[in-house]
């Protein structure tokens, strides 16, 4: 039995994909995908059998309204409860990644986008693409310093010249901030290469805040470095529409195109030439 959550119906008239339980047809199938620099194209995998198994979670999240994978046997942490996101944090995006180990053996990976209610890792999802303890440490550093700077620009003691180098000195540590940040991410591939999201992103506008931090690269990643072959991959939405209204509660979309594609060209290189070894 599948309990009906208590959350907004999408959009009036339109029927919701959690309920009707049937695949996609074709021409809606989403994909992951992005160009790759060095092989001068497009990779991309689509969703095969993971649309399948992202209805299987939805199933488990409806039912019991946790992330937690073994919500019987565990005690509860309510840390973990969905509930958050059908109130004023908003939803959040799923993914599953379906794979194969080399000796061919079935394997699942799942994730969720950015922090799970203030959590980065959580036993079952894939992890984010940096060492949290890192990343705090850095993190915590520079916001101390840059506060700092916040109360000397507003102490009386400083004069106007004062507080204008203070400003430009603290729009220069946010910079930095931010390329250390991307430098922290590490991005696995299929053809057992990493780099950084600092090296690896090539959007002309400057890295979008969150890149990395999405389903897709946090799977992808994962399989690479588990050494698996990723079959397919499907990302649907869970919880309250997103405030631009772009994302509705239960349904799929494809890697998005400002933070994942810029990436994933990367990414899923490599990823053809072991789907070739497979069906030879
Ligand atoms: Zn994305
Ligand atoms: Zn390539």
Redesign the pocket.
Known sequence: MIRRLNFNEPAPGTPSDTRSRKLLPKLQQHISQGY?Q??GRD?SLGMAEAEKHCYELMEHLEEHRTIDLFPATAARDPQLSTDFLFGEARGKMFGILTCRTREGAPVNLRAFSGQFNGRWQVPGWAPPLFNVEDMELLTADVEKTIKRMGREILHPDCSRQQQQDVRRQRRELSRELMKEIHSLYRLFNFRGKEETIFTAYIGQNGIPNGTGDCCAPKLFSLAARKNLIPLGIAEFYWGRENSSKTRYHGRFYPSCLEKCQPIL?FML?GLEELHAAINR
């Open positions: 790759c060095k092989c990779h060209g290189c």
